[in-house]
């Protein structure tokens, strides 16, 4: 894509939610879907995705990856909360589920079996929460110059710029005011 970009050519990078002609067509071959394109481009109706700029697809693709790790940590501390409830500890506010330590293992569970899983849930969690963090340092560094993050920085009453920063960038627009 960049090449073609820097020889001159126009690239066009179409939706993939946009191209329902093509995905949800009964008989799919690429001679049908190519011609299907072809007949879109003529028309002009081929549903366009933004193409980001080289020196920003880094961060989108470590946006990408820290999105997947938290889901990958909610996975673990879900698994957490069944195994205590599984056992008869239920109760647990989701703050009390993040803040279980290796001696509440042994204090809850008696088989070393059950507190072996239990730590290997933990550590996980853990090894999650340390690969998030540095992900995170490493989006901030590079996005601190962005306008929109600034604003952000500096709107009252927001706990975390990153936070906001990533809903923006995976859902809606922020209108920077001028």
Do not use: W
Not at 3 to 28: C, D, N, R, S, Y
């Amino acid at each position: 894509m960049d090449g073609l970009q820097e020889a001159g050519l126009e690239v066009k990078l179409a939706h993939p939610l946009g191209l329902f002609m093509i995905t949800g067509a009964k008989v799919k071959t690429d001679k049908r879907d190519a011609f299907v394109l072809a007949r879109l481009l003529r028309l002009d109706a081929i549903p366009e995705a933004y193409i980001y700029p080289r020196n920003k697809r880094v961060i989108m693709d470590l946006l990408r990856k820290r999105h997947k790790l938290v889901a990958r940590r909610a996975v673990e501390y879900f698994a957490l909360r069944r195994m205590l409830y599984q056992y008869g500890f239920d109760g647990f506010s989701t703050n009390e589920i993040k803040k279980f330590t290796k001696q509440q293992v042994t204090e809850y569970f008696d088989y070393p079996y059950l507190q072996c899983d239990c730590l290997f849930l933990l550590e996980r969690i853990q090894l999650l929460s340390r690969q998030i963090k540095i992900l995170e340092e490493g989006i901030l560094c590079n996005v601190e110059d962005e306008m929109e993050f600034q604003f952000l920085q500096q709107a009252s009453g927001r706990s975390s710029p990153l936070r906001f920063f990533l809903k923006r960038t995976f859902h809606f627009k922020i209108v920077v005011p001028e």
